[in-house]
């Protein structure tokens, strides 16, 4: 049975699997070299009530998780977050990613942000899709702005407004 719960520190090992093997594999993140569970640690501090990290459990097994993060340090931008979702690669396609989207939309909502912007690299359609099955609109396309695997690649902006109809 999938449990979507809060992130806690113990969760860390996982997390950081997770995204290390997206890192090495994909281009769902512009990062390219994995990281430790030392700089994970200070990611996981700047985050709490208005920035969550939730996790997907499976038989008490983390298999995927999403965050909102801060989109900017400038304060105008304070009630803006970015989301990262990230399943494990065996888990895709089954619904977790949907699943966490949703809940870590109603935490980012609840905890008063206008709106979140998702950054999704070119041959990311499912990715696209998922978002906007849950209210994102395309927004724009950022050409060539990352390079990754020898390619430069664009990124598409997909933005979700909270409004009292949303979620």
Not at 1 to 12: E, G, N, S, T, Y
Not at 43 to 61: C, D, M
Not at 115 to 133: C, F, N, P, W
Request: glycine share 8%.
């Amino acid at each position: 049975m999938l449990k979507i719960r809060k992130a806690k520190l113990k969760d860390l090992g996982r997390i950081t699997e997770i995204y290390n093997e997206a890192i090495v594999k994909t281009t769902a993140t512009f990062d390219t070299q994995p990281k430790t569970l030392k700089e994970q640690k200070v990611w996981f501090s700047n985050h709490g009530t208005k920035y969550p990290i939730l996790v997907a459990e499976e038989k008490g097994i983390v298999i995927g998780w999403a965050s909102l993060s801060q989109w900017s340090d400038r304060c105008a931008y304070s009630d803006t977050a970015e989301i990262s979702l990230y399943v494990k690669e065996e888990f895709q396609s089954k619904g977790v990613g949907k699943k966490l989207l949703e809940k870590v939309l109603q935490k980012g909502q609840k905890a008063g942000l206008h709106t979140v912007i998702a950054r999704v690299a070119e041959g990311g359609e499912a990715s696209i899709h998922l978002h906007k099955s849950v209210g994102f609109e395309h927004i724009g396309v950022m050409r060539e702005v990352g390079r990754k695997f020898g390619r430069l690649l664009d990124v598409h902006l997909l933005q979700k407004i909270y409004d009292d109809r949303s979620l």
